[in-house]
């Protein structure tokens, strides 16, 4: 497994745009961390069994490389919500009940965890907002981006400004979905239908979460794009949940992709 001393992210081109504006953000891989066993690498899961100081140090790494320290990165206890909450300061380290937050806080970093679902990262470079969500099926289907990008303008940032780029993710390739979960979505829009082809198994199908993500977050009216980087198919880079699942494993990391306003 990948080791180091220091995280190695993945980097958004779209959001690199914002670079000159003092946004910083990364999409982390499972590189530079001290977690061992099932969780080698950068595992910055609370809600795992990993050695909780192994976790301490991961987060803390995480937080170094923007140039902080662990106590101004801000996670979330995430529910596949639609829910977004707005970070003023980190505070004590609670950890608030949702899948989105957003920030005009210069030195607060924002971060989610993911082992699957999509992890979005969005900026208004103008307004210097910025906001990080975590949507797997769930969250996409009930509208956390959408809810994103609304508690962003009201810290003042405007839709038409902000870029929203989509990290590490399951793939279609490797995302097979029953009869009724394909129901779910066709009932709630007929057209969403495009992101469904069916699998080598009889009423079942592979589902394109990316591509339902890159939609909706097109359709909500900001600049978005995809790494098109598979979480399930790179097991050396990424943590995977489905990965888990079909090992019978008892347990999994999680990486984070994260982003911060530099202080001036």
């Known amino acids: 497994m990948i080791s180091g001393v220091r995280p190695s992210p993945l980097q958004s081109p779209l959001l690199n745009e914002n670079a000159a504006t003092g946004i910083a953000h990364g999409f982390f891989t499972r590189a530079g961390g001290v977690s061992e066993g099932l969780y ?35 996670t979330l206890y995430q529910v596949h919500s639609p829910d977004v909450v707005t970070i003023n300061e980190v505070g004590d380290g609670e950890r608030p009940t949702a899948d989105g937050h957003v920030t005009a806080t210069p030195g607060v970093i924002l971060g989610v965890l993911t082992a699957d679902c999509g992890p979005i990262l969005f900026a208004d470079p103008d307004a210097r907002v910025i ?87 097109e359709q909500a009216g900001v600049r978005a794009e995809n790494l098109d980087v598979c979480t399930y198919a790179d097991e050396q880079r990424f943590f995977s949940y489905r990965r888990t699942t079909h090992r019978n494993e008892p347990d999994y990391g999680r990486q984070i992709s994260a982003i911060m306003i530099r202080e001036d």
């Open 40 to 74: 080698a690498g950068l595992n910055v899961g609370l809600g795992s069994y990993d050695e909780p100081e192994r976790i301490r140090e991961n987060r803390s790494r995480v937080a170094g490389w923007f140039g902080a320290g662990p106590s101004d990165l801000a």
């Open 131 to 217: 906001g990080a969500a975590h949507a797997g099926w769930k969250g996409a289907f009930d509208g956390v981006l959408e809810n994103t990008i609304a508690a962003m303008e009201t810290l003042g940032a405007r839709r038409e400004n902000i870029t929203a780029s989509l990290g590490p993710s399951i793939s279609k390739t490797n995302y097979e979905v029953g009869p009724e979960f394909h129901a779910r979505f066709v009932e709630r829009n007929a057209g969403w239908a495009r992101f469904f082809t069916p699998s080598a198994k009889p009423g079942h199908f592979m589902f394109d979460l990316p591509g339902l993500t890159i939609s909706r977050l």
